[in-house]
């Protein structure tokens, strides 16, 4: 994370949208639990930029939230009448600022990247990755040094062997302190051991461009999107001018990662890239993109996408459910419309109650965030 995705952050943060009084109907899930946080839990407020994550490993999921100096562990409290989101916990850690400020590059996430059954919170900087961990009494923390600095990841079991795998764009420290934009190097990490081992590259080959780049080039998500049963790794190449955004698939073989195509976002479908150039669309105005990273839920037994879609026109993201098959992607629904002026709100496929995974939905009920409240359907 950095100064220009935190420019695009209070962007997209500017832009308006709510939720519509039709959502649950959209979501076709039953809207189980709902309220206003609590003013001890009203810390999240970053919201596009919280975690979920299942620290215990007792399948009740966590709303992480770093702010300031800390990790925030907001939880539902399953005991209560009326339901409340709580904080359970914090981590004392890096002051973000700080680290912005000095390393102008950090990025954090969560994740079980060593396969024991609980969700590790991942932080990144200058070459160092700290791992906080349950151990049954606290949260350890551990060092892994790596020989790049990682600048965004994702995580995902993408060759298949059980273990979650680090998918990241990093750069060599000479590279940051040279240029403002520059090529990334994009790779795929296992940590599984307590160091990283690098198990692919494409040595910049790709042309990634991320950090002091605006729209930066993005790592989206790490699942079987097309439910043919092959995980696929979708990256993005941020939309400038009239340009389409294009999202790159790729698999894994035994010789390591493979791009599988490349597909073109326009009006309600995604197109493969040939067909695009067929449609002949114009090229005077930007076309609707959607804006990673992708949040895949389950619905009906099949992998589904939700994901902000940016319409030029209408001058507003709104929040859609994209299904995808053989024939290609396309968006199935709109969760959320954008009427107001408001923050947007954030959507998490989590396990709320240990009893599966739903649709939790954050809204800041005003513009000022004086009610912030919450709604989890399944």
């Known amino acids: 994370m950095k100064k220009t995705i935190f420019a695009v952050f209070v962007l997209v943060l500017s832009l308006a949208r709510v939720c519509s009084p039709d959502a649950r109907e959209l979501i076709s899930k039953k809207p189980l639990y709902g309220g206003a946080l609590t003013e001890q839990a009203r810390s999240v407020t970053a919201l596009a930029d919280i975690r979920t994550a299942d620290l215990y490993g007792d399948k009740r999921e966590f709303i992480v939230d770093y702010s300031s100096n800390s990790f ?39 994740a079980d990247t060593d396969n024991n059954g609980k969700d590790e919170i991942l932080l990144f900087y200058n070459g160092i990755l700290k791992k906080y961990e349950w151990d049954g009494a606290k949260f350890g923390e551990t060092e892994i040094e ?53 198990l692919w590259e494409d040595n910049k080959q790709l042309e990634y461009k991320n950090n002091s780049f605006i729209p930066p080039d993005r790592l989206n998500c790490i699942s079987d999107i097309d439910n043919d049963g092959i995980t696929e790794l979708i990256a993005d190449r941020g939309q400038m001018g009239a340009t389409p955004t294009v999202y790159d698939f790729y698999v894994w073989k035994s010789t390591g990662l493979v791009f599988a195509g490349a597909k073109v976002f326009s009006k309600n479908k995604i197109y493969g890239s040939n067909e695009f150039v067929k449609k002949n669309l114009s090229a005077e105005n930007k076309v609707p993109y959607l804006i990673g990273p992708f949040t895949v839920i389950r619905e009906n037994r099949r992998n589904k996408i939700v994901a902000w879609c940016m319409d030029s026109a209408a001058g507003r993201p709104k929040a859609v459910a994209v299904s995808a098959g053989k024939t290609g992607f396309k968006i199935e629904k709109t969760l959320f419309s954008n009427p107001g002026d408001m923050p947007p709100p954030a959507v998490s496929w989590i396990n709320f109650d240990g009893k599966g995974r739903g649709i939790l939905v954050i809204s800041p009920g005003d513009r000022k965030r004086t009610k912030i409240t919450w709604s989890f359907y399944r």
């Open 146 to 198: 790596f020989p790049e600095v990682i600048d965004s990841f994702i995580t995902g079991d993408i060759n298949n062997d059980k273990i979650n795998e680090i998918a990241a764009f990093s750069y060599f420290k000479g590279d940051i302190e040279k240029s403002q934009e520059f090529k990334a190097n994009f790779c795929i990490w296992n940590v599984s051991g307590g160091k990283a081992e690098k």
């Open 72 to 110: 925030k562990l907001v939880r539902f409290s399953i005991g209560e009448s009326s339901g409340q989101l709580k904080v359970e916990g914090e981590i004392t850690t890096a002051n973000r600022t700080r680290l912005l400020k000095e390393y102008r590059i950090f990025c954090w996430g969560a």
